[in-house]
Nanobody, 125 residues
Framework: QVQLVESGGGSVQAGGSLRLSCVASKYSFSRNCIGWFRQVPGKEREGVAV????????TYDDSVKDRFTISQDFAKNTVYLQMNNLKPEDTAMYYC??????????????????WGQGTQVTVSS
């Protein structure tokens, strides 16, 4: 059974940092890709950062490059999203997802079949 559990969200002021964690079942981790997505009410879920669990390669949305870092810890079956210099526009529900998109890890949310329940990130100005 695929299971993903996120944690680490919260409320911070602009310029602050948070680290999100996604604990994945071993089956989830065996998928090629684990990604972080975010969604605000009324908008589509968008990709933030993804990691290829075998190659270790990463891809980021332009809006978070140089501020966010995705990483993995095989021993803990955990993928992290370190978020620095947070901005109000980063406010969203953050989800981790696992899958094997045909065209590579950086793909639409619909390409990921397994999702966690989400963790809220709120950044105040």
């Amino acid at each position: 059974q695929v299971q993903l559990v996120e944690s680490g969200g919260g409320s911070v002021q602009a310029g602050g940092s948070l680290r999100l964690s996604c604990v994945a079942s071993k089956y989830s981790f065996s998928r090629n890709c684990i990604g972080w997505f975010r969604q605000v009410p009324g908008k589509e879920r968008e990709g933030v950062a993804v990691i290829h669990t075998v190659l270790g390669s990463t891809t980021y949305d332009d809006s978070v490059k140089d501020r966010f870092t995705i990483s993995q810890d095989f021993a803990k079956n955990t993928v992290y999203l370190q978020m620095n210099n947070l901005k109000p526009e980063d406010t969203a529900m953050y989800y981790c997802a696992a899958g094997s998109p045909i065209w590579g890890c950086w793909d639409a949310a619909s390409s990921y079949p397994s999702w966690g329940q989400g963790t809220q990130v709120t950044v105040s100005s």
